[in-house]
């Protein structure tokens, strides 16, 4: 709880709270994982001391592999060691990966049936959280879900804040979450028992409009713009 306020008020901009998310929230973010069948590869997308990273590991099985991408050192070292190293010693059947790089950067390969991200996307710039959602969109299997979070009420409660710009911002971030939910059947969960109350949106990857685009390669991760 301490490195995650410190780290919070260090870097509020990437950490996007000074209180980790609760019990309940994690439970809402990870349902999906219980309704994949067979082996299962898991993706999550900036985890900050872990309380969505321990309710996978705990819900894993034999077979799965878990890729964690965390852009904060500190809160890798912290996930290393209180929650990663220990669940290797407990099941080395299940692969789990911790890398510390910006989403655009990690080297990862997919597809994977469940992404879960914690990423504070009300306080990046429009363009960065466009092509955070498309590279997680590309890594994620035709009808695998992408779960993401943000707080009840943010950009209004922030919007007489920030200035005309910052409004302007903020309703391109809005424009894109209802994009995204239009295309793959997006659906938002209020989850009250979390400080703040918080929306928890699910969406399924629509076939589609994954059928539009050209499959990801590596070559061209390697080229996606550092955060």
Known sequence: MFRFVREAFR?????GSVWPSSPALAKAMTRGLGEIRGPRRVLEVGPGTGPFTERI??????????????LNPVFC?????RLVAPHRKRKPRTMVALHQAPIQEAPLDGPYDLIVCGLPFNNFPPTLVRSIF??????LRDGGELAYFEYAGVRTLKA???????RRKLKDIAKVGQSLRRKHRGKRELVL????????????????VAAKRAPETRKTRRRAVKA
């Open 57 to 70: 590991l705990k819900n894993l099985r034999d077979g799965d592999h878990f890729d964690i991408v965390e």
């Open 11 to 15: 870097d509020i901009r990437h950490t």
């Open 77 to 81: 070292r912290e996930l290393e060691r």
């Open 134 to 139: 498309r590279r997680m969109m590309a890594l």
């Open 193 to 208: 028992g979390n400080l703040p109350p918080a929306f928890a949106t699910h969406l399924c990857k629509s076939k589609e």
């Open 160 to 166: 007489p804040l920030v200035g005309a710009g910052g």
